[in-house]
């Protein structure tokens, strides 16, 4: 059996601190924020990012066809997606199959709901006004979200 030559703590330190780099983990995480504009809709209606760790960018693909298309698009959403964040911090991207989650439908705009009608809260005489304003904020998001879930129920 041949004896493996020690290792300097400072190289073992210095390989597990590269794999594990909060701060490109925390930027690298912004591509969740753009990831549809940089794929297109087509594919972001059938992949979206899953997780990233030690520069491996992993995303969840609804089925095989679509995992398929992706692999031979990867390297240029790879380089797409290092070109928005700036610098260069994924360095594969890895495809897993899963179930995506469904896009939250946004309203257009000037299609906002009518205000909320419901009894205003009274509310206490506060001296200090942005208390006084923190309140009322409070309170009028409490009526919007209580006149919703009224208009929910059948």
């Known amino acids: 059996m041949q004896r493996q030559r020690p290792t300097r703590v400072s190289d073992t330190l210095s ?70 964040l700036g610098k260069a911090l994924i360095d594969d991207i890895y495809f897993v199959s899963g179930k995506t989650k469904p896009k939250r439908k946004t309203r257009p705009t000037g299609t906002e709901p009518p205000p909320a009608r419901a009894r205003p809260i009274p509310m206490p005489r506060l001296k200090n006004p942005e208390i006084a304003e923190a309140f009322k904020r409070v309170a009028l998001a409490h009526t919007k979200r209580s006149v919703a879930s009224k208009r929910r129920k059948p």
Do not use: C
Request: hydrophobic share 40%; charged share 30%.
């Open 15 to 84: 390989r597990v601190l590269q794999r594990y780099d909060p701060d490109r983990r925390m930027e690298a995480y912004r591509v969740w924020t753009f990831w549809d504009d940089e794929v297109g809709e087509s594919v972001a209606k059938h992949a979206q990012p899953n997780g990233f760790r030690a520069g491996v960018l992993s995303v969840r693909v609804d089925n095989a066809t679509w995992m398929q298309e992706l692999q031979f698009m990867k390297e240029n959403i790879r380089a797409r997606l290092n070109q928005r």
